[in-house]
């Protein structure tokens, strides 16, 4: 609760618009924090176009039929939490290593390539956990190495 | 037997290590031997401790246990004279690494201490027994030598007649058996690095026995090899298991059972799938081709010449159906092996490919053949459409060589192939030459192949303990997946090694041999684009232990290695507009 100028309070949980606002700049961690919250944070976390936003907040503006495949795929909480954040996590400290040209333009370029790769990753995921290991719900293992500690 | 009085003599010897007072005597055995054996002629006796008895060969061991013993003696300085002296070693677990380190870093300053060196041996060679080596440390300081002296003690002159020399050497042994004489105690071999020598050495020695017939001697040294495999860890060991195995088999003729395989050959797959990036990068890299053929055509056909769990196909239909212009119709046509329980596995790839398919809002249809080997089909077979309404593409993954082992068949498919009248052919294969008629140079290849692989997969599947970044719990790299990825190894070694003929399926051949005759056949190269580098570079980053894979470009094919090796390599090919035979549209 926070107490504005003109006296009145603001309730956050009551203007879940401004919540969503600010919810949309955080990062992957900060929102699973967020959904610890309370059960209207943890409601509004778990809506996918949050992290939709999350996965392509920077770059330019994914093609159409992207929010089909990646909801038909798992969605986008997964795609970012099994192959998004992994991989760009990962390649951030590969390209540290291999002093690369942040001029912005390639950023955005490098970004787009990450999060296609990520996407193809991601269907690869959704090929084997389904059809795979037998649709038991164990994650897919042609992905256990975004999940292992790299020695970079 | 001769193998148990060789067996005894070792036990002399090392027994004489054992026994502080026994030095010199041990140095009297290793004289007697030499005088036994009075020139460098093939001693099966000595080839069974693992050394082939020719000069050439002696000459290469002998200095490197030299240099061996040269470092060991130099690391005196550092304070542990007791390794290269003492036979009492405390904590030879420690000493193991210790020694590992000291080599490594004492092999770049080699030529730094080299004067030193000399001094050390010269003081071994004065004096008559190693006992005054271990107990005199000042005697290696003080001596002074002329350089002549220690020229004169390279591995060929073993076993020259100068008595003087002999000394020298068989002290320069006697050392070495010092350090071998841990073996004979429940003690871990401290100078593993020796052995590893030793263990290729053998192996080189015993495939020389197999291409000369020479069947005992190659059994006695097989059996060494295991003995020495033993004492090695990590990927020499498992490869010179997997080397040591194929070679017993080409002795005793006893050859793999080929029915059992293809399942089973799949499952193993699937495994090696997921512990290192070589297939990954195969299939992204020639997807990426694919789709870059594909562009603006909207019915494509692709033709895979060995289906197996269809693990490529869906990152492609993720990229067609993402395209923009939205997908076209995609069919795709599985060729595979009969399977021994008849069950058709080829239509259930298919089947959940297709499921896929409607997932992703792509049009999908699915074709299976079932064929003993690719010659047995042509293009009338495969049903292809007319090409003004359906593109075709045809992706062959660690496939082709096959067919090198019968005569003829590789030009009946890539005839074929220019039947069907493909947008793009997409090739990836093994880059390693186990296609050379002569059985040594075939085995000399294999084993520096398989050994960097082995490298490779080493340093991958050993982040085991991983702490999970995602908010799904992830359980640690599956040892299990790391040794199934072998078993699929250690399986093509055993055929390049130990089948001949038409058995032998496993007939890589390097990019240019592939270049020579694609060229030949009638196609054009179609360079991989960027984008293709790029995606795979960034694949890679993301292995762990990515920082050895490398990708390369190699004139317009795409190559991943490990450190300076190249492995795998991927091409594209086209048609080129003048090849005569039978292009054009297949009717009926």
Known sequence: ?152 | MKRDRDREREKKSFNGGVSNGGFSGKGKIWEEDEEETPDAGMDELLAVLGYKVKSSDMADVAQKLEQLEMAMGTTMEDGITHLSTDTVHKNPSDMAGWVQSMLSSISTNFDMCNQENELVLSGCGSSSSIIDFSRNEQNHRTTTISDDDLRAIPGGAVFNSDSNKRQRSSSSFSTSMLTDSSAARPVVLVDSQETGVRLVHTLMACAEAVQQENLTLADQLVRHIGILAVSQSGAMRKVATYFAEALARRIYKIYPQDSIESSYTDVLQMHFYETCPYLKFAHFTANQAILEAFTGCNKVHVIDFSLKQGMQWPALMQALALRPGGPPAFRLTGIGPPQPDNTDALQQVGWKLAQLAETIGVEFEFRGFVANSLADLDATILDIRPSETEAVAINSVFELHRLLSRPGAIEKVLNSIKQINPKIVTLVEQEANHNAGVFIDRFNEALHYYSTMFDSLESSGSSSSASPTGILPQPPVNNQDLVMSEVYLGRQICNVVACEGSDRVERHETLNQWRVRMNSSGFDPVHLGSNAFKQASMLLALFAGGDGYRVEENDGCLMLGWHTRPLIATSAWKLSPDSGTGAGEVEM
């Open chain 1, 1 to 152: 609760m926070v107490q504005l100028e003109n006296g009145t309070n603001f309730f956050i949980n009551d203007n879940v618009d401004v919540l969503i606002v600010i919810l949309q700049r955080l990062d992957g961690g900060s929102l699973g924090v967020a959904a610890c919250v309370c059960k209207l944070w943890c409601s509004i976390t778990r809506n996918d176009s949050l992290w939709e936003h999350l996965c392509f907040r920077h770059v330019s503006p994914p093609p159409e039929g992207v929010r089909t495949v990646v909801l038909a795929l798992g969605g986008y909480r997964r795609l970012y939490m099994v192959c998004i954040k992994p991989v760009l996590d990962r390649l951030r400290k590969w390209k540290k290593g291999t002093g690369f040209d942040e001029s912005e333009v390639m950023k955005r370029v490098w970004m787009q390539h990450e999060v296609e790769l990520s996407l193809s990753l991601f269907c690869v995921d959704y090929y084997e956990r389904v059809f795979l290991s037998g649709g038991g719900g164990a994650a897919a293992s042609s992905l256990m190495f975004l999940c292992n500690a790299v020695n970079v």
